[in-house]
């Protein structure tokens, strides 16, 4: 079984930055793809970024140029790097951590963007 573990979000001003992160547990987390989703309340679990084993990176159209996605293999850490925040980026984000037909969530993590 994989543990993920995403880092407290919190409470962030419209422009402002928030860097997540999270750690997976197992010895080949090197092959895992990563990814960051969100909910928003009365909305659907959506993905945002993911890296995949090769290093190939996707982003949502709505964070595209604010947001980065990164991992250090060596510390079985994914990082999401939250620039220019909005109000609409406020949501549940979830860690996922694939390898072949297995997927593992963590237990979300509070981001919300408000003056």
């Known amino acids: 079984q994989v543990q993920v573990v995403e880092s407290r979000g919190g409470l962030v001003q419209p422009g402002g930055s928030l860097r997540l992160s999270c750690v997976a547990s197992?010895?080949?987390?090197?092959?895992?793809?990563m990814a960051w989703y969100r909910q928003a309340p009365g909305k659907q679990r959506e993905l945002v970024a993911s890296i995949a084993n090769t290093e190939s990176i996707k982003y949502a159209d709505s964070v595209k140029g604010r947001f980065t996605i990164s991992r250090d293999n060596a510390k079985n850490i994914v990082y999401l790097q939250m620039n220019s925040l909005k109000s609409e980026d406020t949501a549940v984000y979830y860690c996922n951590a694939a390898f072949g037909s297995a997927t593992y969530w963590g237990q979300g993590t509070q981001v919300t963007v408000s003056s």
């Open positions: 197992g010895s080949i987390f090197r092959y895992y793809t």
